[in-house]
């Protein structure tokens, strides 16, 4: 479980986050140096006190493996997520993306602190496990981009049927295809990692004897854990494959992103009532 200081260095690092994205909206419509500047400290010293925090917590376990909880997972999930907003702003700046993946990475966050604090667990240590966690969790950020990627296509297209592009100045996502593009490659790499931790998660029942050696139970198929799961990797099988049906392309891929992503949040939190112990 974390310890006080530890949850009021996740709160500090939340509220850097918060400041980086207050200071990103205040950014859309006119470039500012000094506001790009501040935007960027603020998620790097973020990123810097959610490290602090994932060290101390290791340290007080006497372990430096990651993932072994769900207050170390849920954190390394958010690091995962604004590493890739700094990336990707540093190396190909994508307009906009940072005001769509910062409120899933303070949600997370804020989530690892209520559910590491009150709902405290451990995941077994076995290889099995730790890819099948790395793989889901993998999943789980390709999704989340896949997800800000569909807001920004819909948000765009909503702009474009108003026709009010020369009205002022407001958020500039890019081209369609662009977006479009943007969201097929973040969902074909979140439904590869999905897919293998969801084998491996099934496998891991299947080892228990039917459910005898999971804390899941006989019926464990029926489980939210499970079923959202499921849900998820079945509504972005469609988004993967819409190309083949031109009529199914478009805003229904980014409806289907967004929902899909809802579906995700879902099942992260479907995981933190769980009961602890055994194979999950």
């Known amino acids: 479980m974390p310890t006080t200081g530890q949850l009021g260095l996740l709160i500090l690092s939340i509220l850097l986050f918060a400041a980086g994205g207050l200071v990103s909206v205040l950014r859309r419509g006119r ?3 000094a506001l790009r500047v501040a935007a960027k400290q603020f998620l790097y010293w973020g990123m810097l006190a959610a490290v602090a925090v994932l060290g101390w917590h ?4 006497g372990s430096w493996l990651p993932l072994e909880d769900n207050f170390d997972a849920l954190i390394w999930l958010g690091l995962l997520i604004a590493g890739f907003v700094l990336y990707v702003q540093r190396a190909n700046p994508i307009v906009g993306i940072d005001l769509f993946l910062l409120p899933v990475v303070i949600v997370i966050l804020v989530a690892a602190a209520v559910f590491g604090r009150t709902k405290p667990h451990q995941y077994l ?3 099995w496990l730790w890819v099948h966690l790395a793989t889901a969790f993998g999943g789980a950020v390709a999704f989340a981009i896949a997800g800000a990627a569909g807001a920004m296509y819909l948000v765009t297209t909503a702009k474009l049927r108003r026709r009010n592009l020369e009205s002022g100045p407001g958020p500039n996502f890019g081209s369609l295809e662009g977006l479009e593009h943007f ?3 973040a ?3 979140g439904f590869a990692l ?3 931790g ?3 998660g099934f496998v891991q029942v299947g080892r228990g004897g ?3 050696g999971t804390t899941l139970g006989s019926r464990w198929f029926l489980r939210p854990k499970v079923v959202l799961s499921v849900c998820v990797w079945v509504v972005y099988a469609l988004v993967l494959h819409a190309p083949i049906n031109p009529s199914f392309r478009g805003r229904k891929t980014a409806m289907l992103s967004i929902f899909g992503l809802v579906l995700m949040i879902g099942t992260l939190i479907a995981v933190q009532f769980i009961p602890s112990g055994g194979a999950h």
């Open 31 to 33: 470039e500012n140096w």
């Open 58 to 61: 290791s340290a007080q376990r």
């Open 125 to 127: 240590p076995t290889t």
């Open 183 to 185: 969201t097929r490659v």
């Open 187 to 189: 969902v074909t790499l």
């Open 194 to 196: 999905l897919t293998i």
């Open 198 to 200: 969801l084998i491996m």
């Open 210 to 212: 039917g459910g005898g």
